[in-house]
């Protein structure tokens, strides 16, 4: 008899984008308050959990120049092993990384949350969205916005959600190549730390901006060049701190022929917006297998 291979159990590690980014304000403690709008997409990274019970974490594949004590997915989950059914539960974790790091859609919070989603129901912890976002917050300010997974208003930290439903449009998403650091945007003192604080209902994308944007293409020209050869084409804006950039379409068709004449260097992927993001959808179709066994 052939050997069977079983094909993992992917679970979606959906991008963001931030469709704005206000500062509101900085905090003594350091944090700064935000207003945001988080679109969420149906692109992204997947990870899948071999359950083991040797009480273990790992990764089947460490990403290169990142100690676990520094990845967000073996942190995540090593902070939920304690409400684990299981005194002796642990994992082997695969990832298949397509978003860049450092590029502002979110690629690392959302690995922290697909991983506490996705355990908090392979290791039976029982624990609802709005304990798993608080363990979430502990990790990243914008892990709890992929552990709800739904497109929303976010304020304070990032932790005050609201969902809100938005059309669902077609984003060309284009990385300069480069890295940028969040905590150097952040800190840099140049940065807008005043913009009045906004009624959701009042809200219109034309009336908003990312309030990080003027300092990263001021310090990084190659962002600055990737946002006037996107705007002659179709509303462009930076995402959260950088570097990526998106440009906002209807139609899926002008986004790729967009994508098609981007100039060599730029790497890009067209994605849609979702209301609802494929790891809430994933966890859905769990459960509803679990209920009918």
Same mark, same amino acid.
Request: proline residues 7%; glycine residues 8%; hydrophobic residues 40%.
């Given at each position: 008899?052939?050997?069977?291979? @079983?094909? +993992?159990?992917?679970?979606?590690? +959906?991008? !963001? ?8 304000? &900085?905090?003594a ?8 709008? *988080? ?7 997947? %990870?899948a959990?071999?359950? #083991?019970s040797?009480?273990?974490v790992s ?21 939920? !092993? ?14 298949? !990384? ?6 502002? =859609?979110?690629g690392?919070?959302?690995n922290?949350? @697909? ?22 917050l ?7 916005? *992929?552990?709800?997974? $739904? ?9 005050d959600?609201?969902p809100?439903g ?11 190549? =480069?890295? =940028? ?5 952040f ?7 005043? #913009? ?10 034309e009336? @908003? ?13 190659e962002?600055a060049? %990737?946002?006037?050869?996107?705007v002659?084409y ?13 440009? #906002? *379409? /209807? ?18 992927f ?9 790891l !809430?959808? &994933?966890?859905q $179709?769990?459960?509803? @297998?679990?209920? /009918?066994?």
């Amino acid at each position: 008899m052939a050997n069977t291979v @079983t094909s +993992p159990d992917w679970w979606p590690s +959906p991008a !963001k984008l931030n469709l704005f980014l206000h500062i509101l304000g &900085k905090q003594a403690n350091g944090y700064h308050q935000l207003q945001s709008l *988080f679109q969420m997409l149906d692109h992204g990274d997947r %990870l899948a959990f071999d359950i #083991t019970s040797d009480n273990a974490v790992s990764m089947r594949d460490p990403l290169p120049g990142v100690p676990d004590s520094d990845n967000l997915i073996i942190r995540a989950a090593n902070m939920l !092993k304690p409400h684990a059914k299981s005194e002796s539960a642990g994992a082997v974790i695969t990832l298949e !990384k397509v978003l860049p790091m450092g590029g502002g =859609i979110g690629g690392g919070s959302s690995n922290a949350a @697909t991983t506490l989603v996705a355990l908090n129901h392979l290791w039976n912890c029982g624990l609802s969205d709005g304990e798993l976002a608080d363990l979430g917050l502990k990790l990243g300010a914008d892990v709890p916005i *992929f552990v709800y997974g $739904e497109t929303a208003f976010a304020q304070g930290v990032g932790e005050d959600i609201t969902p809100c439903g938005q059309p669902e449009n077609w984003y060309l998403v284009v990385n300069p190549g =480069i890295h =940028i650091s969040t905590a150097e945007v952040f800190s840099a003192p140049e940065l807008p730390r005043d #913009t009045p604080a906004m009624n959701w209902d009042d809200y219109q994308y034309e009336q @908003t901006r990312n309030d990080c944007q003027e300092i990263v293409c001021n310090r990084y020209p190659e962002v600055a060049k %990737l946002l006037q050869w996107l705007v002659h084409y179709a509303p462009s804006r930076m995402t959260g701190t950088g570097a990526c950039v998106f440009a #906002t *379409f /209807t139609d899926q068709n002008l986004a790729r022929q967009v994508q098609a004449m981007l100039p060599a260097p730029w790497q890009s992927f067209v994605a849609k917006g979702v209301n609802q993001s494929p790891l !809430k959808q &994933k966890l859905q $179709e769990v459960n509803a @297998t679990s209920d /009918t066994k």
